[in-house]
């Protein structure tokens, strides 16, 4: 067998493994937002907005996103980062985490640092802003602070 055929057979082995590792992420992917959205689904048909905060008073980290990208849609920047400063990152982040593999494990883990921490600095700043309608930290209106308070009653 000549060399330009192993390598040929190696360059197509190499290929199917990422054929095979995308395909999986993206079965993987759909099958979590599917989740998700039914989760969300449900919530919404029982007049709740955002299950995290129905459940804990607390906005998340990604309070925003879903309103900043219908802001983006409609070509409304700046209505999209007054609703999440960071909503051109997670299109980032899948990227990231689809060529894992294509990038060395030292910038992967950086740029995941560097990702998570900037979520975390804009996600204590919006809640310490007593002016932020969009992050609330309100414990005492979440579902569990109220049954809590009825159960110790």
């Known amino acids: 067998m000549s060399r330009e055929n ?9 290929q199917g493994k990422c054929l095979g590792r995308l ?3 993206t079965v993987d992917a759909l099958i979590i937002t599917l989740s998700v959205g039914l989760v969300y689904l449900i919530f919404y048909l029982a007049g709740v907005g955002c299950p995290i905060k129905f459940l804990t008073g607390i ?4 309070c ?3 309103r900043a990208y219908i802001c983006l849609f409609h070509l409304d920047f700046s209505g999209a980062f007054k609703y999440h400063p960071l909503f051109f990152l997670p299109p ?7 060529f894992e593999e294509k990038i060395s494990h030292r910038v992967f883990r950086i740029l995941m640092f560097t990702m998570i921490a900037a979520f975390s600095i804009i ?4 809640l310490l802003d007593g002016n932020d309608d969009v992050v609330v930290f309100e414990p005492e209106n979440g579902a569990v602070f109220r049954a809590l308070r009825l159960v110790t009653k």
């Open 64 to 66: 925003g996103m879903t």
């Open 59 to 62: 906005s998340c980290m990604g």
């Open 123 to 126: 996600y204590i700043i919006r």
């Open 6 to 14: 192993t390598e040929a057979r190696k360059f197509e082995g190499n």
């Open 92 to 98: 980032f982040f899948a990227l990231l985490l689809i």
């Open 23 to 25: 395909k999986k992420i």
